[in-house]
């Protein structure tokens, strides 16, 4: 095999409003029993992850807070591979008036339209800190952590290459990762400029589009799909695909 493991992005990816369909499971269920890894790479903190998503136990690795938390379902073991923003930060955040404020082990986040104030907080604290955008969600981390840096991590765990990677996502923040896979892959609801610098593009959008591309990662290891990678624009996975 060519392509051991898959990393895909939770939310827009596998999750259509949060919640992972059975078709989609029941995909997930087979590429892990055609001896091929699962890591989830997601914006979400772990807690929230687990109460939406009960199949944690499909995963080899989960890369959470977008690339700050490494856990293993099997074993349970977790790693924080940042720091997180000081208490000062979020209490800033907090007396600029912005809401919805959620403090993980090392991200903190809200939702647009303040990322002005954010980024005010972030200028007035005096911090280095980063602005990451999942659509309407406004993340800060510490520079240089990103789904990327997770997924390194999560690789050496597993001991992987990229090279032997095929990643998908939907959003701002899927970027990082997906330069990094040797087969990146957008699904057809993601935002235009991820299916511009995607390799391919599914047929079906969420979850569906998860479950085509494992159909041809099962059938033949993408072995149609592998010359002109890099190519542009990004083809298109076949239409007899069964897995829309």
Known sequence: ?????????????????????????????RLTHSGRKLILVTGRELPDLQSVFPRADLCDRIVAENGAILYH???????????RPPQSFVDALLALGVPNVSVGEVIVSTWRPYETQVLDAIRDSGLELQIVFNKNAVMVLPPGVNKM???????????????????IGDAENDHAFLEGCECSVAVANAIPALKERAEFVTHGDHGAGVAELIEKIIENDLAEFTDGLRDKPPKLLSRNSRGG
Do not use: E
């Not at 898959?6 to 919640?19: E, F, K, Q």
């Not at 379902?73 to 720091?83: D, I």
């Not at 840096?149 to 990643?167: E, M, Y």
């Open 149 to 167: 840096t997770g997924l390194i991590a999560a690789l050496a765990d597993l001991k992987l290459s990229p090279r032997n990677l095929v990643g």
């Open 73 to 83: 379902p099997a074993t349970g073991q977790k790693r924080t591979l940042a720091t």
């Open 1 to 29: 095999m060519r392509y051991l493991a898959l990393a895909s992005d939770y939310d827009g990816t596998l999750a259509h409003d949060g919640v992972v369909d059975d078709h989609t499971i029941r995909a997930l269920d």
